[in-house]
């Protein structure tokens, strides 16, 4: 193994939520008078925090959001994470070669705890990520593509940052990994591979992820 610890995103490479919060995200921003088709989610949003949201549809329209827009949206998202989510397919067999192995892994998403709680419950997938090793852009004052995420989770592990690989499947993400110092593998699975440019190697199913990583 080439790398002392393994760092996943969780939206859309270990859950497959980001179709589900990307067709909510976009209905959402569309009710409160901001159009977005979900093509345009996709492009300006997925891997972004909340607080990106909020800048971007300020910066754009000089108009806020409401307060309670990231409690209702989260309320939409988690309702529909009940009825719809499931693991990305394949990543449960990355994870236990990972734990057969005895290689660390943890996950760092722009998501927040909560969310990335209710997303692993649903899932099954919170038997392999314990409190040790989730992290979510609250723990940091910046979120992606600022590097701090992926800095926060490798001190927290106890891994140098040239040590560490990301698996992310957004620019954004790609761009933060990228910052950090680390190698980073993007997931074309929804995010054109032009997209991703700035990734060290590029996949397109988990299963080819664990070839990667050896």
Known sequence: MRYD???????????????ISNRLLAAYLTELGHPTSYED???????????????????????????????VFHTRVFAAFERELKPVPG???????????GVPYCVASSGSHERIRVGHRTTGLDRWFDEE???SSQ??????????????????MAVAPEKCVVVEDSPLGVQAAVAAGMDVYG????????????????????????????
């Not at 607080?51 to 307060?67: A, F, Q, V, Y």
């Not at 997931?187 to 664990?210: D, K, S, V």
């Open 41 to 71: 989610s996709i492009r300006d949003y997925m891997g972004s925090a909340m607080h990106r949201i909020h800048d971007l549809i300020h910066e754009r329209t000089g108009r806020r959001l409401p307060s309670d827009f990231d409690d």
């Open 5 to 19: 610890l393994v760092i996943f995103d969780n939206d859309g490479v270990l859950v497959d939520s980001e179709p």
């Open 187 to 214: 997931f074309t699975a929804m995010t054109p591979a032009e997209r991703l440019a700035g990734a060290t190697q590029l996949f397109a199913a988990p299963r080819e992820l664990a070839d990667l990583l050896v």
């Open 139 to 156: 723990d940091v004052g910046r979120g992606k593509p600022a590097p701090d995420l992926f800095l926060y989770a490798a001190e927290r």
């Open 91 to 101: 990543v449960v067999d990355v994870l236990e070669k990972l734990a057969a192995d």
């Open 133 to 135: 090793r989730v992290f």
